[in-house]
C-alpha cells in the first residue's frame, strides 16, 4: 500500500515572514502524524529559515529546481549538494513552468535527476501534458517521452526515490481540475509504463501525485482514484487551512 504523500509546491510566493508562519502552522498542525507524507517547498531564500521552523517536525522540505553540477561558475544555480545543506529532502524537477517557461528539455530535466539523486535528494518528477496536445490525443504519447527520456539511465532501486506528478499543464493555476477519469487513465498510464521500463514491483511502489488546481473541495475525489497517490498543490499551499484540509482528505 503506497501512503499518500501531499506536497505544497509555493513558487514564487510568500515572505520569509509568511514562509516561517506558513511552515510552522502546517507543522503544528501535523505533528507527528505518520498517516500522509506532506512536504512543502518554499522558494531557495527561505529554505534555511523554513528548515528550522520544521525541525523535528515530521513535515519535510523540498526545493523547487536545481542545478545539475555540484558546483562551479553558474551564476545564480543551487546544487543537490547544497540543498541537502540546508535540510532539503526533495527536489520537484520537470515542473511545467520549468520546461514550458524556461525552456527544460527531457534531457537537462535527466541530467537534474541524476545529480539530485546522486546527492542523496529523493525527486518529485513532474510530466503532463499542453491543452493542445490533449486535444490532439497526443497525451500518452507525450508523457511516454517524457517519462522514457527523463527517467533514462534511473536504476529501479533509485526509482524509490523518485515520486512522480502528473500535472496537466491546463490545469495548473486555471481552476480547471482533471476529471477522475481523465486522472486515474493518465496515472495508470504512467504506471504501466513504470512497469514496461522497470518492471512490476517498482511499477506499484512508485508514488504518483497529481497537480492542477487541487483544493480542498476536489482533493477527497481524486486521491481516492486507485493510482492517484497524493498532489502537489501549487496555489492552496499558500494558505495553511487549506492546505491542512488537502492533507486531511489524503488521510481519508
Ligand atoms: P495549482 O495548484 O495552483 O494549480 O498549481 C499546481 C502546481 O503547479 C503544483 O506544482
Known sequence: MRPKFVAGNWKMYTSAGTAKALATTVA????GDKRVMVAVCPPFPWLGVVASALD???VMLGAQNCHFEKEGAYTGEVSPAMLRDVGCQYVIIGHSERRHGFGETDDLL???AKAALAAG???IFCVGELLAEREANQTEQVLDTQLTNGLAGLTSAQMHSVVLAYEPVWAIGTGKVATPEQAQAAHAFIRGKLAGLYDAGTAAHVQI???GSVKADNAAGLMSLPDVDGALVGGASLKADQFLAIVNAAIG
Request: charged share 25%; net charge positive; no cysteine.
Open 28 to 31: 503544528m498542525s501535523m505533528k
Open 110 to 112: 535527466n541530467k537534474k
Open 121 to 123: 535528494l529523493k525527486v
Open 56 to 58: 523535528g517536525m515530521s
Open 209 to 211: 501525485q497529481y497537480g
